[in-house]
């Protein structure tokens, strides 16, 4: 798939959200109910494996998790490369 110029520059400026993922946990819906304030939920990774970065589903990349400023952010270690990228988000409709 060939992408225009034109394309281009109006996916660019198109706004996407992206969640970064921590890990997983599997429990029931009761276990779920009852936790509380100060409970604590395993995740499935490591300590120190950062999260994966995804938009809409896909994951496009993976990264450290940081604080700056009092607030959780997110440093990129390893991204898909732009032209896979962009091939996605015109395959997904995303503009």
């Known amino acids: 798939?060939?992408?225009?110029?034109?394309?281009?520059?109006?996916?660019?400026?198109?706004?996407?959200?992206?969640?970064?993922?921590?890990?997983?946990?599997?429990?029931t819906v009761k276990e779920f109910l009852e936790l509380s304030e100060g409970d604590i939920l395993s995740l499935d990774k490591q300590a120190g494996s950062g999260g994966d970065i995804y938009v809409n589903k896909r994951i496009v990349g993976t990264g450290d998790i940081i604080v700056i400023d009092e607030k959780l952010a997110v440093?990129?270690?390893?991204?898909?490369?732009?032209d896979n990228v962009v091939r996605y988000f015109f395959d997904e409709k995303l503009f």
């Open 1 to 27: 798939m060939e992408i225009s110029e034109r394309d281009y520059d109006l996916l660019v400026d198109t706004e996407i959200t992206v969640d970064v993922m921590l890990g997983n946990a599997n429990i």
């Open 75 to 82: 440093r990129v270690q390893e991204a898909m490369d732009s």
